[in-house]
């Protein structure tokens, strides 16, 4: 009884550390082995005895070790993993949606998108996916402080790069005229209205309920100030339209809020202008003109939808309907478009595609896939609660994406030299990936003198066994490393609780940088990688990482994730 115990527990170990890739818990198998054998709960003090010994001995073994393990045990593992669907969530119907939508995606061109776009972006694209319809990228630079030529096309580039199926592309900016000429219609109705105040004074008239001066002129007086300002006849900051609201309203920055200003301090890279209108105005007037039939956004905007629906009522026009997601906290990157230029410009970024930035295109050089983006913002969905983003949540999205596909190769980092005394040359063969023979191996050829990790070396000295080749008593002495040979058999170092470490032919290793969020570290790749350039590959015991330069005298890499 106690070998079948065993037997059961041990593959419940294996099964929870390569499922995981971590050590696994002694409590979390025997809750497995028992659910799975409930027979064995009138064994369960010996079922929690034989656990603790069995997990201590997996938890000295190499991942790729605990895989080779599980294969002979079970060999349809993976494939059953692979079969088994992720539960996908998912987005809650829209009102009307099977009418088919228009939707908009609309970032200002301040800088290439980040993980914050991403979410309106991604979840508008599933819609119009779902019920078929028009989607439009809505470029909003109406704002010249806020334009940044190059975001142009890298606002465009990061869209590709989502998979997003944009219909259509519209600039903001190649419709002032329209702007003006629904600003000029919205006085005529007496909805609006040219203001010449002074800005304090008017905050202080506003604060406390009180008409503008300039708000009850006659219509034609206001239209005769609006042709001045378009003929250019005010400087900066001498005159506004602005909307007729309820000077009442509890919050006061609902009250006659700005449409139109005057801008002569900064110059558009993409037209030549001086009077340019505001968010509220130019998103109501678009989402009327270009059909939208739903709006997504963040709940910031609550009061915006607010605000756009007096145009939409002086006009008589339906608004879309609007439904509005909580505020995401994202940690650990940095996301703010001015703190990321200024650290560009100061040169504690390489650019934008820093790994330690939050941008799209800096989770692309790490090796971060965007449907791996799209599946961790679906799952985020479109509710009103604020969350904190699970970095968790999208590796494991892309985990699930690339590991199949990674090749494993050995990364022996901070490395030492260690001659091998007693070993004849061989060749040492390590599965490109583990279970799957078609994958084929890699061959890495062993002479005399190997490169081990510094950190992996026993301090004391003793048994060790590089991984896939054969068992050394390694020593040190002087600051010097030395190994003898101690035979082939894997059972000797199961026996003594021996570690398993990487190595690398000193001959043939191949030097690699590997930058990571918190650092760079530095070693030796094999020289097998060198054919990956552009593609994630797993360096084992290290993590996934995509090799971004390729060349015989280093390759560089960054980490994607464990």
Partial sequence: MEDTIRA????????????????????????????????????????????????????????????????????????????????????????????????????????????????????????????????????????????????????????????????????????????QEYAGKLIGLGGAYVCTCDNDRFREMRQHGAACPCRDGEVE??????????????????????????????????????????????????VDATLYPLMNFSVAVDDHLLGMTHVIRGKDHIANTRRQQYIFDYFGWNPPKYLHYGR???????????????????????????????????LGRRGIQPEAVRRSMTDIGIGETDISFSWDNLFARNRALVDFEA??????????????????????????????????????????????????????GGLVRLKDLFNVHISSRGGVCSAQYAGDALSDIRNAGAPIIQWLPAEESIPCVLHTPDGDRKGFCEPGALDHAGRVVQFERVGFARIDQAERNGIVAYFTHR
């Fill in 8 to 179: 059961h527990i041990y593959l419940a170990a294996l099964e929870n550390a390569v499922k995981h890739e971590s050590v696994p818990k002694a409590g979390t198998v025997v809750g497995m082995v028992l659910g799975k054998h409930p027979e064995l709960k009138v064994h369960a003090r010996n079922v929690t005895t034989i656990a603790a010994e069995v997990v201590e001995k997996v938890a000295l073994m190499s991942g790729e070790e605990r895989k080779r393990l599980l294969l002979e045990l079970e060999p349809g593992f993976f494939e059953n993993q692979n079969q088994k669907k992720t539960a996908e969530k998912t987005l809650p119907p829209l009102a009307e949606g099977e009418k088919g939508v228009v939707m908009r995606f609309a970032p200002n061109p301040s800088g290439p998108l980040h993980l914050g776009h991403a979410r309106a972006a991604i979840l508008n694209d599933e819609y119009v996916r779902r019920y078929g319809g028009r989607y439009v990228l809505r470029i909003e630079d109406t704002d010249p402080k806020r334009v940044d030529p190059a975001a142009y096309s890298m606002v465009v580039e990061d869209c590709e790069w989502l998979g997003l199926k944009i219909s259509e592309i519209v600039y903001q900016s190649d419709r002032l005229e329209m702007y």
């Fill in 221 to 270: 007086d206001q239209l005769a100030r609006w042709d001045s300002m378009k003929a250019g006849e005010y400087s900066e900051g001498e005159a506004s339209v602005r909307i007729k609201t309820d000077l009442g309203h509890p919050d006061p920055a609902m009250r006659d809020f700005p449409l139109f200003r005057i801008l002569t301090s900064t110059i558009h890279p993409r």
């Fill in 328 to 362: 995401m906290g994202i940690e650990g990157v940095i996301l703010s478009t001015s703190q990321m230029r200024q650290g560009i410009s100061e040169r504690t970024y390489d650019g934008w595609d820093d790994i330690r930035l939050g941008t799209l295109r800096a």
């Fill in 407 to 460: 090749d494993r190769f050995f990364f022996v980092e901070d490395p030492v030299r260690v001659d091998v005394e007693g070993a004849v040359p061989q060749e040492a063969r390590a599965m490109r990936y583990p279970g799957d023979d078609k994958r084929g191996c890699r061959v890495l050829s062993y002479q005399k003198t190997v490169l081990v990790p510094s950190r992996e070396i026993p301090e004391n």
